[in-house]
């Protein structure tokens, strides 16, 4: 039998693959125990990396711990990108925690106007045509305004076993 021989990968080619570039540091970069040459590790399109995949992962329904149901109809997201995306829902889902909870939204904003919401919140940008642009914006618009009042979406959650 032959030997096996371990072969050490750095932490960071583990999680950041080809997606980073080294700088030296401007500002000394964090303190460190040792002294010599700081650096600055700048991960190449970071941010449309991020967005990218977060709305993949809501497309296939990927770590999703959260439903938005409205109109008899429902969708799945993640906390931290609403709780990130909208104090609303941050206030929301930090005074009700809750594993996977569904968040019934009021009767005044249409499921189609809450597709496009979150796709907007997901991917920075949607393309609607000229008849959904008015109301899509009256439902985010009623949305911000509920932000600084009660919230107004019931909590609804689901039993421990799930």
Sequence with gaps: ??????????????????????????????????SGQHYCLRWNNYQSNMTSVFHQLLQNEAFVDVTLACNDLSLKAHKVVL????????????????????????????????????????????DVSQAELQPTRESAAAAYRRKERKPAALLQYNSPSE
Excluded: W
Aim: aromatic share 16%.
């Design 83 to 126: 709780s990130a995306c909208s104090s609303y829902f941050q206030k929301l889902l930090l005074e009700n925690p809750c594993k996977h909870p569904t968040i019934i939204m009021p009767q005044d904003i249409c499921y189609e106007d809450l597709k496009f919401i979150i796709e907007f919140v997901y991917r920075g940008e949607i």
């Design 1 to 34: 039998m032959g030997s096996s021989q371990a072969v050490t990968i750095p932490l960071y080619q583990i999680f950041f693959q080809d997606y980073y570039n080294t700088f030296p540091s401007s500002s000394g970069g964090r303190k460190r125990r040792m």
